[in-house]
């Protein structure tokens, strides 16, 4: 009897314990940005493995084109490119992981759409890559255009924009198709591979990621010419916290005025003592801009220095300073011929 | 009467003969009619096919090391892949650098294990042995202490996460179980009535749903800005969904208990408290020890939903293994080691259930 | 009489409120339901506060909204252009489809593996006692990674498919059958079952008046199958014997003609049919055993063959001991279809999850999976509650 009782306290104990220790820290009520600050950290979104784009490393540390994103936003929120924790998040799971408030920002390859601005209550950050949807086939097919599709398997993943415009692609062309739907990305990527499906549709550049990075002799796939859609890849934010939603907009827009400036990891230090009031403004040198956004004055120069600007990042991840090789093509500044654009930042 | 007399002298020949001679254990057990003859053919047909192959594959033209994936691909088993990813497929993404506290963890709780299925131990010693081992695992796990890094859980993954998945859903689940089956068997209508509508409503709908309701929707449900971490949420959906299955065993046990007793308790004037605390729940939940385990089981198999909702348990760990552009291919062998893994827990739990019962209706054999 | 008055007279006063059992019982179930009612009011309003604030879109109108996304196999015709609605609609069938298959065959396997673990053949046995142990102990998801990963990687590329039987080729597309090519007759046929099924209850009837009145038994069950199998035969050659079979041939990226089913549907199939078959052997096997030794041998002590044994004395009983469990059986294993998500076979859940992503309306979506695998438990339970009513034991 005692002892039963002593049993049942014990056990009460128990359950106060652990729910205590696990249930961490109500963080309180309010926008996203004080939710962070006082949680010491962010999560971000990621793709579960595209090379290049995020893809983990055998330990399962993500590094890449999305992954640098935001530990750009850890550097110039905190001054700690660290302060993130990454959360891999299947298409299907990202949508619903940043409405709940799983994750504070999707650096995931999401097109920006209509309907998922308005419908999914989502908000949209600057593009930060432009894709186009395309097809990938293995050579011995012989297949030289996408409109020679016709009754093929095709592997793509499910939530995607990919998968509709798949759909439209079809119906346009009066084609059929069998899709092969995979959850995961990686799975989808190890079927086409493993000759589960004809063709693998996806943004292209993701396409020519995989090849490189995943097939076991790249030569032996093609992919196609045309571009079927196009993916304005961008960050993705809740709706409902326009200075979240604002911090996003300006660090990445920092990080491209970086490149166009002429501003780089190694010489952001240099430039601090530059007398271009545009760059004094935007490095914090003379006040105002890290205080409106509500981050500290030296938000952009962080950013730079830790991570690099948006040329930096894209040459260390997707262009020749990696294993992909790819060309800046529409990716580059708009000085350059490319559609990457910085608002002024005053 | 009279031809039972004369048969006797039948009695007494030799009985027939035993089957320790091997020839004689043949016709007996194999070849004892047209039929089982025949069974007995196809039998060793079917073993004749499917093991040499199966011995070739995965003992004689297997690969034990192998620089890398390419090198590994020969037409055999290729175990240098689990031994490349033997660390990442136990432990996932738990920092590499703090592998003996996982190590230590999954000790824990084998040693805990262990322990409940020595039945001397039963009582407070355990629930104390329980309680230290229950305090220090998760200690080891999330760190904080002095010397011990913190860990996050999102980086909790592999076998430590699917034990205590499936041990904190029982633990857990199981007081709430035992509620929800009072409450079934209640007089008062609404507290029957909600009762038996959580019970039927979590039964009948797949645990994926409630997983994705827990790990997606949950959040929706709280107020803004109150965050719940992601391992609870799904720990909070499996002892959710094992409530209203142990709630079903334990009222198995209550509906087994003579009325008389209660009537007895009645008699003597105790409350329901008492006579629900006193007489019926000690003789219910002794009935219903073996059914448990079961429970048990079947929780610790499901568990490997959770890699449904991105969390990184033995099976999510093994599968995120596959996705190494090295590594490519060897899901059949990883599916095999986790697949051991798996079966010898699973094993020896449903063996201990069996003895248990075995022990239990023992009583009842008079 | 006399003890109502005696009670009457004998009560003691009222109890103060407080005391009172049946005001007790009142206020504890209304504290209870004002308790839960209250968490999921707070619940449900938090839920309507986030939707609200951060825009997101309810409702089941999207259910009439072009879905716009393909689906891989389909029971009934579907393209993009169809709706939600539909889409929900070919995944309901699926599930529906995959699940009933399931049962049968695991049903099928199941016994055959329960009786046989009953053998006393002790190769057959103990080779029931290994399948029976290993597959009831791995997790099934991880068994239907393993067949599919099997049938995705082992399996070759349709050009050098595997031909298992005449006609029927396995490679990393699925499994490819013939099948007959549609003829008129097979309609007739199909009525000729019905007919023949129709006309086994008078038969069933008559040999029993039979029986009772002559004492000598009929061969029902021949007489039985002899009707079933002869009379479609009968039209069967009536139309001529119109045979012909769709064969599947390697035809651009894939085979055409005959039928196939897709890895994907066949490694959930099987990954279904084996795991639950474990678990409905065992409640055979028990059922079996429950039924007491003396029911045989007093069975053959009346002189009835071991088929009827079998039949008349020892599954009436061992079926009390056995449908129960089995219930519960088939309602795990239409449950456990919904892992199709995992292997991309397009369920219920895999489709609604698609929904919801493009639609952005979650709690919808989970609503209506949930809506449906209930309705789907809660009649499985009624029918196999209907037929256990009637094979129960009628007691004093």
């Known amino acids: 009897m005692i002892f039963q009782t002593r049993l049942w306290a014990a056990f009460a104990a128990v359950v106060a314990t652990l729910c205590g220790l696990a249930a961490g820290q109500p963080a309180k009520a309010g926008p996203t940005l004080d939710k962070i600050k006082q949680a010491g950290m962010f999560s971000c979104g990621v793709p579960t493995g595209i090379p290049g784009f995020a893809q983990p490393d055998s330990q399962g540390v993500y590094s890449g084109f999305d992954v640098d994103i935001c530990k750009a936003l850890s550097a110039a929120i905190f001054g700690d490119p660290g302060k993130v924790k990454y959360v891999p998040l299947t298409a299907q799971q990202r949508f619903t992981a940043l409405q709940s408030g799983e994750v504070d920002i999707l650096s995931n390859n999401t097109t920006w759409t209509l309907t998922r601005d308005t419908d999914l209550g989502l908000n949209f950050g600057p593009v930060v890559f432009y894709d186009g949807q395309g097809f990938m086939v293995p050579n011995k097919l012989n297949v030289k255009s996408a409109k020679e599709l016709n009754g093929a398997t095709i592997c793509v993943q499910p939530g995607t924009t990919t998968e509709l415009n798949l ?169 350059k011929g490319g559609l990457m654009y910085a608002i002024p930042i005053r | 009467m009279a031809d039972i007399a004369q048969d006797i002298p039948v009695v007494r020949q030799a009985p027939p003969p035993r089957s320790t001679r091997a020839l004689g254990w043949l016709r007996v057990h194999l070849f004892s009619s047209v039929f089982n003859s025949i069974l007995t053919l196809l039998a060793v047909g079917l073993l004749a096919a499917a093991v040499p192959p199966l011995v070739r594959w995965a003992l004689i033209d297997a690969i034990w090391s192998a620089p890398n994936g390419q090198a590994c691909h020969a037409g055999g088993a290729c175990w240098a892949f689990i031994g490349e990813k033997m660390r990442f497929i136990l432990f996932g993404r738990y920092p590499a650098d703090q592998e ?80 929800l089956a009072l409450g079934r068997r209640s007089r008062l209508p609404a507290v029957r009535g909600i009762c038996v509508g959580y019970i039927e409503l979590v039964r009948g709908v797949p645990l994926i749903t409630v997983l994705f309701m827990a790990s997606l929707m949950l959040p929706l449900f709280l107020p803004a800005g109150v965050t719940i971490d992601k391992v609870l949420r799904a720990q909070v959906a499996f002892i959710l969904f094992a409530a209203a299955y142990l709630a079903e065993v334990v009222r198995g046990g209550l509906q087994a208990i003579p009325k008389g007793q209660i009537e007895a308790a009645d008699a003597l004037g105790l409350s329901y408290l008492q006579r629900t605390r006193l007489i019926v729940l000690p003789q219910a939940l002794a009935m219903v020890i073996p059914p448990l385990v079961n429970t048990f089981i079947g929780m610790f198999k499901d568990t490997s939903l959770v890699l449904i909702v991105s969390l990184f348990d033995l099976l999510g760990a093994t599968e995120f293994a596959l996705t190494d552009s090295n590594w490519q291919g060897f899901a059949v062998e990883a599916d095999v080691f986790i697949a051991a893994i798996y079966w010898s827990f699973c094993f020896f739990m449903s063996r201990y259930s069996q003895l248990l019962e075995r022990e239990f209706n023992r009583g009842k054999q008079r | 009489m006399a003890s109502d008055e005696a009670a009457l007279t004998l009560a003691p006063a009222r109890p103060a409120p407080w005391r009172d059992p049946k005001l007790r019982a009142i206020a504890y179930q209304i504290v209870f339901v004002a308790a839960v009612v209250g968490a999921v009011g707070f619940l449900v309003h938090n839920m309507l506060g986030n939707i609200s604030r951060q825009n997101i879109a309810t409702g089941f109108g999207f259910l009439r909204k072009e879905a716009a996304f393909g689906i891989g196999e389909s029971l009934i015709p579907y393209s993009p252009a169809d709706t939600y609605g539909r889409a929900f609609l070919v995944g309901l069938s699926n599930t529906l489809y995959v699940a009933a298959l399931g049962i049968v065959l695991a049903t099928i396997l199941g016994t055959v593996m329960g009786l046989a673990r009953l053998s006393g053949n002790w190769l057959v046995a103990k080779l029931a006692q290994i399948y029976v142990e290993t597959f009831r102990n791995i997790p099934l998801l991880l068994q239907l990674f393993f067949w599919w990963g099997l049938l995705n990687t082992a399996a070759p590329a349709p050009r050098q498919a595997w031909q298992v039987l005449p006609d029927v080729f396995v490679s990393n597309r699925g499994i490819a059958y013939p099948v007959p090519v549609a003829s008129p007759a097979y309609k007739w046929m199909a009525l000729a079952v019905v007919v023949a099924l129709a006309l086994l209850v008078p038969l069933r009837r008559w040999a029993a008046a039979r029986q009772a009145a002559t004492g000598r038994q009929f061969p029902r069950g021949w007489a039985g199958l002899g009707i079933v199998l002869g009379l479609p035969l009968i039209v069967f050659v009536a139309f001529g014997a119109p045979f012909a079979l769709s064969v599947p041939s390697l035809h651009g990226f894939n085979f055409s003609g005959g039928s196939a089913v897709s890895p994907e549907f066949a490694a959930l199939l099987l990954g279904l049919v084996i795991y639950s078959g474990t678990f409905i052997a065992e409640i055979v096997r028990a059922g079996i055993l429950a039924v007491s030794w003396g029911q045989s041998e007093a069975a053959m002590a009346l002189g009835l063959k071991s088929g009827q044994r079998m039949r008349l004395v020892v599954l009436p009983q061992a079926l009390r001991v056995i449908v129960p469990p089995l219930t519960s059986q088939y309602l795990s294993l239409t449950k456990n279809s919904s892992l199709a998500v995992a292997i991309g076979f397009p369920d219920l859940v895999s489709i609604a999850n698609t929904t919801m992503n493009q639609t952005g309306q979650a709690i919808e979506g989970i609503a209506m999976i949930m809506a449906v695998y209930l309705f789907i438990s809660l009649s499985i339970s009624l029918a196999m509650n209907l037929y256990n009513r009637a094979v129960a034991l009628v007691e004093r």
């Not at chain 1, 004055?297 to 950013?303: I, L, V």
């Not at chain 2, 309680?131 to 996050?152: I, N, Q, T, W, Y």
């Open chain 1, 167 to 335: 759909a439209d692609y079809f119906r346009a062309n009066k084609m059929e198709y069998k899709p092969v739907v995979i959850e995961k990305i990686d799975e989808v990527y190890a079927a086409f591979f493993s000759g589960r499906c004809d063709v693998m549709t996806g943004d292209a550049t993701g396409l020519a990621a995989q090849r490189i990075g995943r097939a076991s002799n790249p030569d032996d796939y093609v992919v196609l010419p045309e571009r079927i859609s196009k993916e304005p890849l961008a960050p993705v934010v809740r709706h409902g916290d326009d200075q979240w939603h604002d911090i996003v907009d300006w660090i990445v827009f920092a990080l491209i005025q970086g490149e166009e400036s002429g501003i780089t990891q190694a010489n952001v230090d240099e430039m601090k003592k530059t007398e271009d009031p545009a760059i004094k403004r935007m490095l914090g040198v003379t006040p105002g801009m890290g205080k409106a956004l509500g981050l500290e004055e030296n938000w952009a120069y962080n950013a730079i220095k830790m991570v690099g600007n948006y040329g930096e990042i894209f040459e260390r991840t997707l262009g020749m300073g990696s294993p992909m090789k790819f060309e800046r093509g529409i990716n580059g500044l708009w000085t």
């Open chain 2, 100 to 179: 003996w506290r996982p190590i230590a963890v999954v000790a824990i709780f084998i040693a805990m294990i262990a322990a409940a299925c020595v039945r001397p131990l039963w009582g407070r010693r355990l629930a104390v042995v329980w309680f230290a081992g229950l305090s220090a695992a998760f200690l080891l796990m999330a760190g904080g202490l002095p010397g011990l890094r913190p860990v996050e859980t999102g980086l909790w993954s592999g076998l430590p996460l699917t034990l205590i998945l499936a041990v904190i859903a029982m633990l857990f689940g199981f007081p709430l179980g035992v509620l």
